[in-house]
Nanobody
């Protein structure tokens, strides 16, 4: 089994910053892609940022230049630094990872989500 645990959500004023973290644990052999998704109630879950094991990153157009994704492969952790936050960034943020387990199976794993609220 593999678990992802997010932390760092909360309430912040528009223009402020927050940092989210995701820690993976369990029967992990390696982690390929790690992502941050977000979902506002009544809307589809959308990809915010993605980082490969080699450090290649991709961002949604709406967060480019404001958010920075990073990871520590040795610690199986991922972070999302969010600057210049806007009310429209308000959502539940989910960590997602494509994991190769020690049993050599492949899993797509989701965290439980952490709420980010940006007040205007």
């Amino acid at each position: 089994q593999v678990q992802l645990v997010e932390s760092g959500g909360g309430l912040v004023q528009a223009g402020g910053s927050l940092s989210l973290s995701c820690a993976a644990s369990g029967s992990i052999f390696s982690i390929n892609v790690m992502d941050w998704y977000r979902q506002d109630p009544g809307k589809q879950r959308e990809l915010v940022a993605r980082i490969t094991s080699g450090g290649i990153t991709n961002y949604a157009d709406s967060v480019k230049g404001r958010f920075t994704i990073s990871r520590d492969n040795a610690k199986n952790t991922m972070h999302l630094l969010m600057n210049s936050l806007r009310p429209e960034d308000t959502a539940v943020y989910y960590c997602h990872a494509e994991v190769r387990t020690t049993g050599r199976t492949y899993l797509a794993v989701w965290g439980q989500g952490t709420l980010v609220t940006v007040s205007s």
